[in-house]
């Protein structure tokens, strides 16, 4: 098996662990989702029954004051309550899209995770759902991607392949065309020539 092929197969197996551990993420998630309703949904009868007694109790006092009070306040903790499990549902929206285009870029964790931060800072979640806005306006993932390869090149993983032709390797392959034994400047143009520099 050549080494492109091993380094395919690599890749696959790679993609697969991680798509399969994206996917018992999202299975734990949702197990948890169900579990806190049930728990929200209980403890909610309970506090329904509860506030019920109090409110026939201070009708009976007249205390129409204090029930208006405790009414404002379980509003606001309602209110509360759906904003912080919204903020929740959005960052989790958030971070699977950059934890999946940083998985794109690089296999290493590492450095995944600094991409996964930079990707962070673009990527918006709206009502209409997840959103990537970019210095130049809306952009896509595969936009913001090469965006964030070019911005942190020393994060992405390059392209393995290596020898003449090959998008990975120096151009042509073979020996320096030059003298590379002359002169100080016929080693210099040599070299130049070689690895396409200005002379």
Known sequence: ???????HQENQEDAAVLKAEIERLREHN?????????VQSRAQELEQMQAEAEQKRLEEKQEFEKLWRQEQEQRTKASQELENLR?????????ETALKLAAGLTRDSARAELLKKEALAFIQHTPDGVKIQGP???????????YLAKQFPFLVDGNQASGGGAPGGLSGGGAA???????????QAAIAARFNLPK
């Open 1 to 7: 098996m050549t080494d492109e092929n091993l380094q």
């Open 30 to 38: 949702a197990k948890l989702l169900g579990e806190k309703k049930t």
């Open 87 to 95: 903020k929740h549902i959005a960052d989790k929206d958030r971070s």
């Open 136 to 146: 130049d306006g809306d952009m896509t993932v595969e936009q913001l991607s090469t």
């Open 177 to 187: 065309k030059g003298n590379m034994g002359g002169s100080r400047e016929e080693r």
